[in-house]
């Protein structure tokens, strides 16, 4: 099945700065790659995704970078702010072990430093 | 308000207990899906469900089971055999089968007494 892993555990940057999260996947014929943003105790929310048929998506201060001959795709946060401070997790969608869900990766503590 | 409905937030399993999560959605998604979360883990993958009376096994459905007799209840049971269930649990769910964004309840905390 898929494997999906995330680095790195935790990333501690300064307000203002940049925060580059990367992944690697191993089913080659995973073809969606959503990234997760989870505050203590809440739910998962949804901040970007990105497609196998494109290389690069951006939503204003976060984007998402794909390779697909590498296997993988990475977050990136521009003008950190403080309420950017989470868990950020990211997934794979393939069809690797029967399963047709999500697989996760074990997620990134982001600490904004003021 | 659509959205999904996870019941109740926290829960209390005593020994060779089974308890029972509810999952509701008004969103009019066809598949819906359940996922444990350990502390410092990512989510896991228990049960999934594309259509009212079908659902298959994610990568841990030992110890776990599902229904899905109408399109917006996905409950999930603990049985008395996962030895360790304390954990967080999140129902999500999709529009249908599709490379689409997954949407999450508010889980459920489930702990051992």
């Known amino acids: 099945g898929e494997n999906v892993e995330q680095h790195p555990s935790t990333l501690s940057v300064q307000e203002g700065d940049s925060a580059v999260i990367k992944c690697t996947y191993s089913d080659s014929a995973s073809n969606y790659f959503p990234w997760y943003k989870q505050e203590l105790g809440k739910r998962p929310q949804l901040i970007i995704d990105?497609?196998?048929?494109?290389g690069e998506k951006k939503d204003q201060r976060i984007a998402v970078t794909l390779n697909k001959t590498a296997k993988h795709f990475s977050l990136h946060i521009t003008e950190t702010q403080p309420e950017d401070s989470a868990v950020y997790f990211c997934a794979a969608k393939g069809k690797g072990g029967g399963a047709d869900g999500l697989t996760f990766g074990k997620g990134t503590h982001l600490i904004i430093q003021p | 308000d659509g959205g999904i409905t996870q019941s109740p937030k926290y829960l209390f399993r005593k020994e060779g207990q089974n308890v029972t999560l509810s999952c509701e959605q008004n969103?009019?998604?066809?598949?819906m899906y359940w996922y444990r979360q350990d502390p410092g883990q990512g989510l896991r993958l228990i049960y999934y469900s594309q259509i009212v009376n079908d659902f298959q096994k994610g990568d841990i459905a030992e110890g776990y089971s599902v229904s899905r007799e109408k399109k917006e209840s996905f409950p999930l049971t603990v049985t008395s055999a996962q030895k360790n269930p304390t954990a967080f649990y999140l129902c999500a769910s999709t529009r249908d089968r599709g490379n689409q964004p997954q949407h999450f309840g508010d889980g459920t905390r489930l702990s051992i007494l």
């Open positions: 969103l009019n998604h066809d598949a």
């Open positions: 990105i497609r196998s048929n494109v």
